[in-house]
């Protein structure tokens, strides 16, 4: 994955709603959601939804199919396993560095 698109898409989820519509979409898997049912769950105008998920969209984190009258949105999950995957590809110079739970959680 290049650069500009890890930026692109970090930027993208750099919004408050933009995040919360993106974990949705997640939460959901493959059978994506329509902006209506979108809509019902965050509360927020038609106008508004539409311009973040075109950011998304445009940052290739979320899909757009057409099915019948609606459009149905989907977390494109290959997109954000290669973000992370480039956020974490020498990681550590590829030495364990993942912290167990009760270390984290004391502080150590």
Do not use: W
Not at 46 to 56: D, I, Q, V
């Amino acid at each position: 994955m290049e650069e500009q698109d890890v930026i692109k898409g970090l930027a993208a989820l750099a919004q408050p709603l933009r995040l919360q519509v993106f974990r949705a979409l997640v939460v959901v898997g493959e059978q994506g959601l329509t902006p209506g049912a979108m809509n019902d769950a965050l509360g927020v105008p038609p106008a508004t939804l539409s311009f973040h998920l075109k950011e998304l969209v445009s940052a290739g984190l979320v899909t757009q199919e057409r099915a019948s009258r609606h459009l149905i949105y989907r977390a494109n999950f290959e997109r954000m396993n290669a973000v992370l995957g480039y956020l974490t590809q020498n990681c550590c110079q590829g030495a364990a560095c993942a912290v167990d739970a009760t270390a984290a959680s004391c502080g150590c």
